[in-house]
């Protein structure tokens, strides 16, 4: 009875415009993070720009959580749209961070594995922000919306084998003659390769609710 009760009730649409919009965010923050790690004079000013990227970002989460407690119908369970708005914000928050941790350790210059594990976390962007306009139709979409889960998270065990190999040729390299170069370095290879994972637990977000209402 409930159940057709909801299926009648209208619907608060406005959670997939926030989907949207959140996805924009994390693609112009993938964007700029790829974009510094070609080094140079502009990292100091695209660190930056990730920062105003994941503060509209934070906006953008702020305002579905309210929604959440003042709709009384939403397009899908309320703890499926909070979980998935989080792991999408934890996804530019983690690239604050890797910005956060470069200025702190003044890096001008970025090793090739390290663009490589930009240029995936750029591809998991654009594949999440093609995924959540699919949301508005979860049946009609729900065989691409598996692919992209299934590319995320191919991507993120590429960016595993890039992880291991980047830290073996730290060890192998710099390390020798600058331990502090393998120190610096690795800390920006695990804030990377965390900035995929998290991109990761989008995708198993979606997969999540597309099990519960399919």
């Known amino acids: 009875m409930l159940s057709w009760f909801q299926a009648l009730m209208p619907k608060e649409g406005r959670f997939f415009d926030l989907f949207d919009a959140h996805a924009k965010t994390l693609c112009a923050g993938a964007k700029a993070l ?9 990292v100091p000013e695209l660190c930056a720009e990730v920062a105003r990227h994941e503060q509209a970002a934070d906006d953008i989460t702020r305002e579905a959580m309210l929604m959440v407690r003042r709709t009384f119908i939403t397009p899908f369970d ?12 934890d996804a530019i928050d983690q690239m604050h961070k890797t910005a ?3 200025m702190l350790f003044d890096q001008r210059a970025f090793l090739p594995d ?3 594990l930009g240029e995936i976390i750029v591809q998991s962007a654009e594949l999440t922000a093609e995924a959540t306009p699919l949301l508005r139709s979860l049946r009609g979409n729900a065989a691409r919306l598996n692919q992209i889960a299934e590319q995320v998270t191919r991507l993120e065990d590429e960016s595993d084998q890039l992880y291991d190999n980047g830290i073996a040729a730290l060890y192998h390299g710099p390390a020798k003659q600058d331990p502090m170069a393998y120190i610096v370095g690795a800390e920006i290879y695990d804030h990377l390769e965390k900035v995929v994972d998290r991109f990761e637990d989008v995708a198993n977000r979606i997969s999540g609710v597309l099990i519960e209402h399919l």
């Open 114 to 116: 390290m663009v490589r």
């Open 100 to 102: 956060k941790a470069i």
């Open 34 to 42: 790829r974009q510094l790690l070609d080094g140079g004079e502009r």
């Open 78 to 89: 309320r703890s499926d749209i909070i979980d998935l708005i989080s792991s999408m914000d």
